[in-house]
């Protein structure tokens, strides 16, 4: 389906310009066009027609196929002089058409060039995070508002490195799942996530079910179930005292194929959750199907709390998990009103600065210590 899939996009590029263009297929799903004409008007006419060949679905083999495209643009010989340096900035121009939300064209200008660097620094520095002892995991309690105490906490990955300081997962995790290597990383979280909760629990501390974001690519890795099944089994743990986080847009791209797994996945007792909820693409039809348990409201609605637009938001998203029988779970609450709010409005679990930051095992270990287990001040 792949190879006629690339046979049907390249007869219909083949068909779009009324001047003679140059086209060619670079390798996997990238192909190239070069115009003779430097008119940024007939450039930007060509890649509306290329983003409409995609507009309505394409039939191949019997699927129905919605792709989009994204179009990065440079110019001879302003852009560069060698078809070296064009091919590197019409790139640079398509990653940040990508990063843009997709379906769309960029020029490229200079100063995407030392984000090209960075980039490049930063990715292979990552590479070596995980021998160098780099990265470590911070932990954040979720607390349920019925109880009022701590039911489980989520891991968060943090990066420490000598040079280049500690830098936010918003910042390598999306390069990482660009290159791969978010492979890597998210084993090392499991690996990592389990040996502590293992430790935890041996030495009597009951944190709850440890929550662990997982990369979709993760899923595409056809030995995962088999891979974490092991873990548990290695760290004498089961299926109940983890629960993995799936952001939304990824989990609805490939649906069909992943039903089944997380199928096996939820067989097995682990708990499964729709991270970042609100902010991608959700098929309602599919958020039925799906076995998920829980929804996490995004923080960005939490921040926003107090604005009707929010409020009718998360109202609505509380009233649709609670008819389809899932739990909610709101992150980012930093402040009083916002709890008070989520509270009011049967919100199950929330996370956020205000009931506790994500912090080192080893501070979590003296706040269990001192006695307070994870109970924190915001609640009473
Ligand atoms: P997320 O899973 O939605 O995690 C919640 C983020 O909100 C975390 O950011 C957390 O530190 C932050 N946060 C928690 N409470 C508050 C609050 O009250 N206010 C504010 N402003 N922020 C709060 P962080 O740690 O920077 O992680 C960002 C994202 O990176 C995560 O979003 C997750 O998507 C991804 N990520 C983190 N660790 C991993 C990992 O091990 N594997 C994968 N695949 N992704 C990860
Ligand atoms: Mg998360
Ligand atoms: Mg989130």
């Keep these: 389906v792949g190879d006629r899939l690339l046979q049907i996009v390249s007869q219909k590029f083949s068909e779009l310009a009324d001047e ?34 995609f507009y309505e679905a394409l039939q191949v083999r019997g699927h129905e196929l919605y792709l989009s495209a994204s179009i990065g643009i440079c110019r001879f010989p302003v852009d560069g002089t060698d078809i070296h340096q064009l091919i590197k900035n019409a790139d640079a121009a398509m ?15 200079s100063s995407m060039e030392s984000e090209i660097q960075s980039r490049l620094i930063l990715d292979t520095r990552l590479r070596t995070a995980i021998p160098n002892n780099e990265l470590w995991l911070a932990y954040q309690p979720v607390i349920d508002l019925k109880s009022g105490s701590s039911i489980g906490l989520e891991a968060l990955l943090r990066w420490d490195n000598m040079e280049l300081g500690s830098i936010s997962p918003e910042k390598f995790i999306p ?39 997982i990369s979709v690519r993760q899923l595409e890795n056809n030995r ?24 939304e847009t990824s989990l609805m791209k490939n649906i069909e194929a992943m ?17 970042d909820f609100g902010t991608g693409y959700s098929s309602l039809n599919y958020l039925k199907r799906l076995p998920v348990d829980v929804l996490k409201i995004d923080k960005s609605f939490i921040f926003e709390i107090g604005h009707d637009e929010s409020d009718s938001i998360i109202r609505a998203i509380i009233g649709m998990a609670r008819n389809l029988g899932l739990r909610v779970i709101a992150e980012g609450v930093e402040n009083k009103e916002q709890l008070n709010f989520l509270m009011e409005e049967g919100c199950d ?17 003296k706040q269990f210590m001192e006695g307070h287990g994870l109970r924190i001040g915001g609640l009473e």
């Design 175 to 213: 390069l990482a799942e660009e290159t791969g290597s978010i492979r890597h990383l998210d084993q090392w979280v499991l690996r990592t996530g389990l040996r502590q909760l293992h430790t935890w629990k041996k030495a009597g501390l009951n944190p709850g079910r440890l929550a662990v974001n």
């Design 20 to 53: 003679p263009v140059f086209l060619s297929r670079l390798g996997g799903d990238e192909f190239m066009m070069v115009m003779r004409s430097s008119d940024p008007i007939r450039a930007e006419a060509l890649s509306r027609q290329v983003l409409d060949v």
């Design 259 to 275: 039903i089944p797994l997380l199928q096996e996945l939820v067989d097995a007792g682990i708990e499964l959750m729709i991270d």
């Design 224 to 247: 995962f179930v088999e891979e974490l099944l092991g873990l548990l089994e290695q760290w004498q743990l089961d299926g109940s005292d983890v629960a993995l986080e799936l952001t």
């Design 349 to 365: 679990q929330v996370q956020g600065f205000l009931l506790g930051a994500p912090i080192s095992a080893v501070a979590l270990e």
């Design 95 to 109: 990653y940040r058409a990508k990063a843009h939300g997709r379906n769309r064209f960029k020029w490229f200008e």
